[in-house]
């Protein structure tokens, strides 16, 4: 080899070396977007007790609340968690960017100002009568004087406003709220999580679920619209926290039953 030949490899390895040392952290791009208060702030839905609940102590947990930690330690961020009533409260804030990740149902309707992750958890929509109802199955409800109470901005109110032709909807304020409001008003039918309302129905009795589902809701979590470097960094975490077993862990350790982990995207 001649020294002319020897030292122009001599100096590529030294220009790749060079470049192979500054290669950008993929983290940056997503901390510099979900961190840019010093800190990332989680939405946290207490309506949806598949995603989060109190402990005995007042404070958040749950899946949601597990993946904002995790999420927040891989990106070096501290965080804060900012706890909401209703989806459609969390909606709004990351709407207005007054937080930086929120954990909600995928829908077109949201899609105007969130950017979505693949899903992480899939749960079902269900639907309570009074046991004495002549409503059997869910496509029985959808008829004229059949009104089926919702929580207000819930993916469930945004599915049935879509779907419902001749059912009128009532909105409550929040889903925590629909059985209740259901049982007051003498309304026809309740429409929410299957979780939630098999525990009003334990709670309140005389009511029954109707068999199966009316709708498969699939949890993601979401970005402010146009933060693309937090939406791609989120979609790999979301993948390998599903690959990895943490969100069906997860889940078992909170006692979640009812909602499956969503399937690995697609490549």
């Known amino acids: 080899m001649t020294p002319t030949r020897r030292s122009f490899i001599a100096a590529g390895g030294v220009l790749l070396a060079g470049c192979a040392g500054t290669a950008p952290d993929p983290r940056a791009g997503a901390r510099a977007e979900l961190g840019s208060t010093g800190k990332l702030r989680a939405a946290i839905n207490l309506g949806n007790p598949i995603l989060a609940s109190r402990d005995a102590a007042g404070e958040p947990r749950g899946v949601s609340v597990d993946l904002a930690r995790e999420a927040a330690r891989r990106l070096d961020l501290p965080i804060e968690l900012v706890v909401f009533n209703s989806a459609g409260n969390v909606v709004e804030a990351v709407k207005a960017r007054q937080v930086d990740l929120a954990f909600v149902a995928i829908d077109p ?98 009511v029954r679920l109707l068999p199966g589902r009316f709708m498969v809701i699939e949890q993601a979590m979401g970005v402010p619209k146009g933060r693309l470097a937090a939406q791609a960094w989120l979609s790999g975490f979301i993948e390998d926290m599903k690959a990895s077993g943490f969100v069906a862990a997860s889940l078992q350790k909170h006692g979640i039953e009812g909602a499956g982990v969503a399937p690995a995207r697609a490549p």
Not at 152 to 171: F, I, M, N
């Open 109 to 206: 309707v949201r899609a105007a100002d969130t950017d979505y992750t693949p899903p992480y958890v899939i749960i079902e929509g269900a639907y309570l009568v009074r046991t004495a109802s002549p409503l059997q199955r869910n496509e029985e409800v959808d008829r004229a004087g059949t009104r089926v109470v919702v929580g207000r901005g819930s993916a469930y109110d945004l599915y049935l406003t879509r779907e419902l032709k001749s059912a009128t909807l009532v909105r409550a304020p929040t889903s925590p709220a629909v059985t209740d409001m259901f049982l007051a008003q003498n309304l026809e039918v309740a429409a929410g999580v299957r979780q939630q309302l098999e525990a009003d129905a334990r709670r309140a009795g005389g």
